[in-house]
């Protein structure tokens, strides 16, 4: 039985890059894995990539499956990986060649179920060290129970955040795969974005033993096309049904969760506009662009009590999300809303 399992959801990469993360993988110093290859329904010829590396290691296995998402691929992955230690990696990143030597000699000695590591944001041109914490911390921290506490509220609400480096992605942290199984953790098969930050809000409810690792290992590969600046006219429905079950989940928490909850919310609201409504590729006229904005203003479906939330509470946070918010839902302006987000702009620009 292997040490780790590591389990690599694969759709339409670019071939160049899924060569760089398997490269990645397979020069490891720690050889005692296996390498789950999950192909998600790909047709540009990277599922016969997958078939090949099969042939040419043992460790490497391949699923092929109708495509149904990041989530159930993972959740493919998952179920069928037979490792102590169970890690996530995306086909268009890659590690460091030490990344498993040195995660599973901390998980072992540690006797972690969970361990968070540092990482790197790979631009075209230029290479960033993400490290987790702000200030400076011992290279290794056990996490206590407010640590824990502070992470998953951070990961609703990012300014409270002691962990800076902690965003919630699953490929920055490897896990006990039987914590995994006992709490019966999987992906959320029916999200469309966020899947891994409420998995993570999940894990943080049950973990009793989480290190905080602060050396870089994984490295994300940062698109100057990204999909968090494309025009997607299923955007709300999307963010909808995260909010749906951040709802969900804050209803049995303390107030702070449910004030987090709403900045969440904002935040995603400001992604709503910037993604569909206001987009220079929405290809609706003007008028139908208004008359949509206007329907989720009155409806807003999957955004739960968002016209409750507080405006104090919003100052506090950041002041464009509260004028955004005052402009929406108190005044109900599509016309000087749109003058604001050009003018929001602008400042950025220069």
């Given at each position: 039985?292997?040490?780790v399992?590591?389990?690599l959801?694969?759709y339409?990469?670019?071939f ?17 894995y296996e390498a789950?290859?999950?192909?998600d ?17 043992k ?17 493919a992955g ?17 590690w ?7 995660l599973?000699e901390?998980m072992?000695?540690?006797?972690l179920?969970?361990?968070v590591?540092?990482y790197?944001?790979?631009f075209p041109d ?21 640590l824990?506490h502070?992470?998953q509220?951070g990961?609703l609400d990012?300014?409270?955040r002691?962990l ?12 006990s795969?039987?914590?995994l199984r006992?709490?019966?953790?999987v992906?959320n098969e029916k999200?469309?974005?966020?899947e ?9 409810d ?8 602060d050396i870089?290992?994984?490295h ?8 968090c600046h494309?025009y997607?006219?299923?955007?709300e ?6 909010e749906k079950?951040l709802y ?6 303390p ?13 995603n609201?400001?992604a ?6 206001f987009?220079?590729?929405n290809?609706d006229s003007?008028r139908e ?6 329907r989720?203003?009155?409806?807003h479906?999957?955004f739960?009590n ?6 104090k509470l919003l100052?506090?946070?950041?002041k ?7 402009v ?5 302006s599509?016309f000087?809303l ?5 003018v929001?702009?602008w400042?950025?620009?220069?």
């Open positions: 039985m292997a040490e399992s590591i389990v959801p694969v339409n990469v670019d160049e890059q899924f060569h760089q993360c398997v490269d990645s993988i397979r020069k490891q110093t720690f050889q005692e789950i290859l999950v192909d329904g790909s047709t540009n010829g990277v599922e016969i990539l997958c078939d090949d590396y099969v042939k040419r290691d460790r490497f296995k391949v699923i092929h499956q109708k495509n149904k998402g990041l989530p159930a691929a993972r959740n998952t179920k069928v990986a037979t490792g102590r230690w169970i890690i996530y990696c995306d086909s268009d990143d890659w460091e060649k030490n990344t498993l030597e040195v599973c901390y072992r000695e540690k006797d179920e969970v361990l590591f540092a790197f944001d790979n230029m290479e960033n060290g993400r490290h987790c914490w702000q200030e400076p911390h011992p290279v290794y921290v056990p996490a206590d129970k407010k824990i502070n992470m509220l990961l990012e300014s409270i002691r800076t480096g902690y965003f919630g992605s699953v490929c920055i942290q490897i896990h795969l039987t914590f006992q709490h019966h953790l992906f999200m469309g974005k966020s891994d930050m409420i998995f993570n809000l999940y894990m943080l049950v973990v009793k033993k989480l290190g905080i690792l870089p290992f994984y994300y590969r940062r698109h100057p096309a990204s999909m494309h997607d006219g299923n955007i429905k999307k963010i909808g049904d995260v079950e969900r989940f804050c209803q049995s928490k107030k702070e969760y449910k004030d987090a909850y709403h900045v969440f919310m904002i935040k609201y400001w709503l506009l910037r993604l569909k409504y987009h220079p590729d290809p003007e662009k208004r008359q949509q904005w206007k989720f203003i009155q409806y479906e999957g739960v968002i016209e409750n939330t507080d405006m100052l506090k946070k950041r464009i999300m509260a004028i955004l918010y005052f929406s839902f108190k005044m109900r599509y000087l749109k003058v604001i987000l050009k929001f702009k400042i950025k620009k220069e």
